[in-house]
């Protein structure tokens, strides 16, 4: 599968606007089978569906944060079985950036979605993001 | 019933930045019966199962359909860990609003909200929640 390839506007609660790039693909996954238990009675209440779970990895550029390096991600997509995504979550557990990414499709070419980083002693910073589709890197 | 209230912050591909509320409450006593089809035939790949889990609200966003509140309704995918994911909509034919989104850090929500899709004016933007104490 190809590259799909987002260029980003991130946006923090006080307004501090960053730029970047997100690229990554979405795979089968080999072994991700999550241990299912099943559900209480609670859950029964209401209608449930199943939702697959594909491999996702790719990049992240952020040049405020992350300088001009393209970041490593990697997580999973969970899909409808009528091939609509639920949501994407993608992260890096490094010392030097601990990130995630979390994102869905708000419409045909744009995703919305949120990037955290956490920073030992400063606790986790939160931006909202929104992706345009772009066909170039 | 549980009510949650956020205010939030959108982001245009420009940089233009809007500021709303979100007020949402959720039922879990009563199903959301409409997507039950959709529990289809097993596949050869890992699946989780996903309870709907009935949502409804309102969303003020002044600059873009001005003060008054447009109720909204959807779901939650509910997950055995936690929501998973919202989605909402509402509005009038012509400015439909659509907005999801997921629980973050420091009791934020992080998704995008698209106004008017489809449309010439249409537009999609990110968006970050804070959320605020209920009004008394």
Redesign the interface.
């Given at each position: 599968m190809e590259d799909i390839i987002y260029?980003l506007?991130?946006?923090?609660?006080a307004?501090l606007?960053l730029l970047g790039t997100l690229r990554y693909r979405v795979t089968?996954?080999e072994v991700?089978?999550?241990a299912?238990?099943e559900?209480g009675a609670?859950?029964k209440?209401?209608?449930?569906?199943?939702?697959?779970?594909?491999l996702a990895e790719g990049t992240i550029t952020i040049p405020l944060l992350t300088g001009l390096r393209a970041l490593p991600v990697r997580g999973q997509s969970?899909i409808?079985?009528?091939g609509a995504p639920?949501?994407t979550f993608m992260s890096r557990n490094a010392p030097e950036f601990d990130i995630a990414v979390?994102?869905?499709l708000?419409?045909d070419?744009?995703?919305?979605?949120?990037?955290?980083r956490?920073v030992g002693a400063l606790?986790?910073q939160?931006?909202?993001?929104?992706?345009?589709r772009s066909l170039i890197g | 019933m549980e009510e949650f209230l956020y205010g939030v912050?959108l982001?245009?591909?420009q940089?233009l930045?809007l500021p709303g509320k979100a007020r949402l409450q959720i039922d879990?006593?009563?199903?959301?019966?409409s997507?039950?089809a959709?529990?289809?035939?097993p596949?050869q790949?890992?699946?989780?199962?996903?309870?709907?889990?009935p949502v409804t609200g309102t969303v003020v966003i002044p600059l873009l359909s001005g003060l008054a509140p447009i109720p909204v309704s959807g779901v939650c995918?509910?997950g055995?860990f936690g929501p998973?994911?919202f989605v909402v909509s509402g509005g009038a034919l012509f400015t439909p609003l659509?907005m999801?989104?997921?629980f973050?850090?420091?009791n934020?929500i992080?998704?995008?909200?698209?106004w008017r899709?489809?449309q010439p004016l249409?537009r999609?933007?990110?968006?970050?929640g804070?959320r605020l104490a209920l009004p008394s």
């Open positions: 260029k506007v991130l946006k923090n609660a307004g606007t089968d996954i991700l089978a999550p299912v238990e559900d609670d859950a209440l209401f209608p449930t569906i199943n939702v697959a779970i594909y969970l409808t079985l009528v639920v949501t979390q994102f869905n708000v419409d070419i744009s995703i919305g979605g949120g990037f955290t956490t606790g986790t939160v931006y909202s993001l929104l992706g345009t | 912050l982001t245009g591909p940089g930045t879990f006593s009563a199903g959301a019966d997507m039950e959709l529990a289809a035939a596949l790949r890992p699946l989780i199962e996903v309870s709907l889990v995918y509910l055995l998973l994911w659509v999801q989104f997921n973050s850090a420091n934020t992080i998704g995008g909200v698209s899709r489809g249409g999609a933007f990110g968006m970050l804070t």
